[in-house]
């Protein structure tokens, strides 16, 4: 049976598969009844299957030859979100929602795993089908750590993201940085309370900490290259509790984001430069900071050579060829993680159709996408498996 016929005897299961973990969304390392589903489902698509993490799960298919080994990832988690949709298979976990497309995408590796693992005899190599945990606080790295990308060592990882932003059906890839790095930060400015009718016996850290939200905006384009995106922005600030007090000190949250190496000699690091002019600013003003940053982590860059790979097979699989864009987004992703270790290609999959009202942006409550953009996902992933593993690149 040819590889579309097989993947259209399976959509039915294919649609079902993904709205029973749609109704049953699970919170990242949560993923209990997610993850037993799929161990049963690889179980019975016959491949060895482990589970790396508590909810973590690897199967493996060998093919006939010895080769490289491809990483093909899904991820897992649901998002504390109350979902506000009218779907038949809504969320039944109050307070949690699949609104980021993890559903579909553990689908669509489930229905790919079991159609690849009957084609044995034309993989050289072997495809380690990967459902990690926590993709939203940035899990992929434990899983490197736990040893995802060895026995056998992987060569090379690919993933795919569902994205309503772009119409069903068209695939957004292209080679270098195609998701954000980032550093999530708190930045504690210190001054000295007292009366606001005798603000000069003391140090006002509200009035530093707006020169401070001013003068950062100017990294952006002042001191990096603007083809070079980056973005800092504020999303928590938070000081005093009553209109004639000066607060002794203002928190202010944000992100800085990046869609590049920070590496990069050519580039000024966004970072430092942050934390250079929050201390001038906070000096000329007899102030005193604290920076922490609670996570941070690279941008995604993909690999040239799987990116090609993966394109090919796009332009085999899609019949328009102009819904093969080139796509960037300022999202953070941790599977940079990955792509950082093994060449690595991760790419979007059109799931946005206005008429079907699934054009809500990701981590929306009505978010949803459309289902006609699973069958492509099922079969970019075989294509590219099989292409990586044909021994002809
Ligand atoms: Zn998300
Ligand atoms: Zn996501």
Request: hydrophobic share 40%; glycine share 8%; proline share 5%.
């Amino acid at each position: 049976m040819q590889i579309k016929e097989q993947i259209r005897s399976l959509e039915d299961e294919l649609r079902q598969i993904r709205r029973d973990f749609h109704q049953n969304p699970e919170l990242g390392c949560e993923e209990y009844r997610t993850a037993e589903k799929i161990y049963e489902y690889l179980k019975t698509s016959e491949m060895a299957v482990k589970r790396i993490t508590e909810t973590g799960i690897v199967g493996l298919i060998e093919g006939q030859a010895k080769g490289r080994t491809l990483m093909l990832r899904a991820d897992m988690d649901a998002l504390p979100v109350e979902e506000m949709t009218a779907l038949p298979y809504k969320s039944r976990n109050p307070g949690k929602m699949h609104a980021c497309g993890h559903d579909g995408h553990c689908a669509m590796l489930l229905v790919a795993g079991k159609i690849l693992s009957k084609m044995r005899d034309r993989i050289q190599g072997n495809i380690k089908l990967v459902f990690q945990p926590n993709e939203e606080n940035m899990f992929a790295k434990h899983l490197i750590d736990k040893g995802v990308l060895d026995t056998p060592k992987v060569d090379a990882a690919v993933g795919i993201h569902l994205m309503t932003a772009l119409q069903t059906g068209q695939i957004g890839i292209q080679a270098g940085p195609v998701m954000a790095g980032m550093h999530v930060f708190k930045l504690t400015v210190c001054g000295r309370g007292g009366h606001t009718g005798f603000p000069q016996d003391s140090i006002d850290p509200i009035l530093t900490a707006a020169a401070i939200i001013q003068a950062v905006q100017s990294i952006q384009t002042r001191e990096i290259n603007v083809l070079k995106p980056t973005l800092i922005v504020f999303g928590r600030i938070s000081a005093g509790t009553m209109s004639n007090i000066i607060p002794e000190k203002v928190v202010l949250e944000g992100t800085i984001r990046y869609l590049y190496d920070l590496d990069d000699a050519d580039t000024a690091n966004p970072c430092e430069r942050f934390e250079q002019i929050v201390n001038s600013i906070c000096r000329a003003h007899r102030a005193s900071y604290e920076i922490e940053y609670a996570y941070h982590h690279p941008a995604v860059i993909n690999d040239s050579g799987m990116v090609k790979i993966v394109s090919d097979e796009a332009q085999k699989l899609v019949k328009e060829k102009e819904h093969i864009i080139p796509y960037v987004t300022m999202i953070g992703e941790d599977f940079c993680e990955y792509a950082k270790k093994v060449p690595s290609a991760f790419y979007f999959l059109g799931a946005g159709n206005k008429k079907k009202q699934t054009d809500y942006p990701h981590h929306h409550p009505r978010f949803d996408f459309d289902e006609d953009a699973l069958p492509i996902g099922v079969e970019m992933h075989i294509r590219t498996a099989l292409s990586y593993l044909s021994g002809q690149h």
